[in-house]
């Protein structure tokens, strides 16, 4: 039930929190230690190499899940869009291991990938919010995301819920492997957490954000390098599917190579600065559009402000900072689109689970 809020969207955005707090909690064991299922880690241990399918948000979490696994885990993961992995599967490794990543475990076209995987005799694992959703049967093993139901057709709080389970799965594994970490990631999600909840208390700055820069616009492009690459395209996808504005994201150091040629006078560019080793890089990018008449709104990170920022995001460990960064965006995109006029709920044309390929 969306109790008192006006739509499920803001609901399960608010739900962020505790959300992170419920999968701390649920992948702890009773010394408190972060831990999965030792055939799950065996799994990842035995595998060269990992492929991650999924489509739309999940596929975004795929892209960051990857960090994870590479930084920390040391393990090799290609990403792929599920429908086109059914008909372009690359040469695969000798030992691949895939994983599924579906907020409702019912996306058909991770389905054909799933069975084709299975047919080879390979094995999967499947990471959902749906206890019992066709891929989590399907598959060998399941990760459970514990988001409780999302009603929304944009996805928030599965992205956000599949990112700390993908961090969980890539530090369980780097231990097992003795590769230790610098840094405790329970305490780190507990502070994603607090942190969470502070962006989620800023809506009528994000509000602010969305009337200045997205009342009329026919089109906005978020830009970002590394990880904030793949928050913006995440922020490009939930602002379109509900805005109906064309919104696409791009890396920074690609604009150059053609899209920098959109830019007009006024051109809303949401830009993400969260990472110090490419904060000049993005800078620089940021005064390329504006040069062009570009109307920027760049989010950054504590620390790596820069006067004339619009929305600062309080510290946190650099890796995290996609589940906090997301929050500002899904809230812009859910205000662009009330005061649009569009059903924020439930979108044109969209559905929320994609059970044809
Ligand atoms: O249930 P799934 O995670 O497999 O769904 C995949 C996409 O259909 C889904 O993420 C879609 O892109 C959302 N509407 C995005 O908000």
Redesign the pocket.
């Known amino acids: 039930e969306k109790g008192t809020y006006p739509h499920y969207m803001l609901k399960e955005i608010d739900e962020q929190p505790l959300v992170m707090r419920r999968i701390i909690e649920k992948y702890r064991n009773e010394n408190g230690e972060l831990s999965i299922d030792s055939h799950i880690i065996e799994s990842v241990n035995d595998a060269d190499r990992i492929y991650i399918i ?5 596929y975004h979490a795929g892209l960051v899940g990857k960090q994870f696994m590479e930084n920390w885990a040391k393990i090799p993961v290609e990403v792929h869009i599920a429908s086109e992995f059914s008909y372009n599967m690359p040469l695969l490794s000798e030992k691949p291991l895939f994983v599924f ?7 058909a076209d ?1 389905r054909a990938v799933l069975v084709q995987v299975k047919q080879k005799g390979y094995k999967a694992l499947t990471i959902t919010n749906v206890p019992g959703s066709t891929l989590s049967r399907e598959a060998d093993y399941t990760l459970l995301l514990h988001a409780g139901p999302e009603i929304a ?3 928030t709080k ?1 992205y956000t819920a599949q990112l700390a389970v993908l961090a969980i799965l890539a530090a369980v594994t780097a231990q097992g492997k003795d590769l230790s970490l610098q840094f405790d990631l329970t305490k780190e999600l507990g502070i994603v957490a607090n942190t969470m909840e502070v962006l989620c208390g800023q809506k009528e700055e994000m509000e602010k954000i969305a009337r200045e820069y997205l009342i009329t616009t026919r089109n906005c492009f978020f830009i970002g390098r590394s990880v904030d690459y793949y928050v913006g395209l995440e922020g490009a ?2 602002l379109k ?1 509900i805005s109906y504005i064309q919104a696409e994201g791009f890396a920074g150091g690609e604009l150059k190579h053609g899209t920098i040629a959109l830019i007009e006078d006024g051109t809303p560019i949401i830009a993400l600065a969260t990472q110090e080793h490419v904060n000049l890089g993005i800078r620089g990018n940021v005064k390329e559009v504006v040069a062009r008449g570009a109307n920027p709104c760049i989010i950054s990170m504590k620390g790596l402000e820069e006067e004339g920022d619009r929305f600062i995001i309080p510290a946190l460990h650099e890796a995290l900072s996609p589940l906090a960064s997301v929050i500002p965006l899904q809230l812009i995109s859910y205000y662009a689109a009330l005061h649009r006029g569009c059903d924020v709920d439930k979108p044109r044309n ?1 559905a ?3 059970t044809v390929e």
Do not use: F, H, P, R
């Open positions: 999924a489509a739309g948000t999940s990543i579906s907020q409702s475990g019912e996306t991770s057709v944009a996805s599965a996808l939930k599917e969209l929320k689970s994609v």
